[in-house]
């Protein structure tokens, strides 16, 4: 069974940063993207950043430029550093993978809230 561990939301102020961090582990197989999604209360869950084990990063047009998706393939984690934060940036983050064969997996979720 995949597990993904998710850690470092909290409260921030606009302006300031965070650092999110998701180590899966339990894969049978590759994993080849790993990603965040994020989820504003009353909105749908939305792509932030995706990084495939190539390295190939996807962003949201909303985040580009202020957050960085990086990866340790060795460690099974993904983590996603988010400067200059904006209230519109609090939501629940999701940390997702999906294995070789397209099989995807959701972490619990953190709260990441922003404060104006």
């Known amino acids: 069974q995949v597990q993904l561990v998710e850690s470092g939301g909290g409260l921030v102020q606009a302006g300031g940063s965070l650092r999110l961090s998701c180590a899966a582990s339990?894969?049978?197989?590759?994993?080849?993207?790993m990603g965040w999604y994020r989820q504003a209360p009353g909105k749908q869950r939305e792509l932030v950043a995706t990084?495939?084990?190539?390295?190939?990063?996807n962003y949201a047009d909303s985040v580009k430029g202020r957050f960085t998706i990086s990866r340790d393939n060795a460690k099974n984690t993904v983590y996603l550093q988010m400067d200059s934060l904006k209230p519109e940036d609090t939501a629940v983050y999701y940390c997702?993978?999906?294995?070789?064969?397209?099989?995807?997996?959701w972490g619990q979720g953190t709260q990441v809230t922003v404060s104006s």
């Open positions: 339990g894969s049978r197989f590759g994993i080849d993207v």
């Open positions: 997702n993978t999906e294995n070789i064969f397209s099989q995807t997996y």
């Open positions: 990084v495939t084990s190539g390295g190939r990063t």
